[in-house]
């Protein structure tokens, strides 16, 4: 069973930074594309950023600039979300996608929060 496991979350003041890292487990071959998705109380889940498998890459506008989604290397089956200059409107469940073949995979999520 693929699972997938969020890292790295916690509380920061407006400014600061952090480092998520998903890792995953139960899969032998490398994803395809890797992403991290976020959701905030009462609002839907929205995309933060993409890596595919090309190692390009698609940022929100609220985070472009700010942060960088990386892999290790193409085969690497782990991703990290390093955020900058953290905001107030930052705060929220942060997950983990990866895509292999026609299936998608979630992590259970990492709380990021930012006091101001």
């Known amino acids: 069973q693929v699972q997938l496991a969020e890292s790295g979350g916690g509380l920061v003041q407006a400014g600061g930074s952090l480092r998520l890292s998903c890792s995953a487990s139960?899969?032998?071959?490398?994803?395809?594309?890797m992403g991290w998705y976020r959701q905030a109380p009462g609002s839907q889940r929205e995309l933060v950023a993409i890596?595919?498998?090309?190692?390009?890459?698609?940022y929100a506008d609220s985070v472009k600039a700010r942060f960088t989604i990386s892999r290790a290397n193409p085969r690497d089956n782990t991703v990290y979300l390093h955020m900058n200059s953290l905001k107030p409107e930052d705060p929220a469940v942060y997950y983990c996608?990866?895509?292999?073949?026609?299936?998608?995979?979630w992590g259970p999520g990492t709380q990021v929060t930012v006091s101001s």
């Open positions: 996608k990866a895509y292999f073949l026609s299936r998608e995979f």
């Open positions: 139960g899969i032998t071959a490398t994803f395809q594309g």
């Open positions: 890596i595919r498998p090309n190692g390009s890459t698609h």
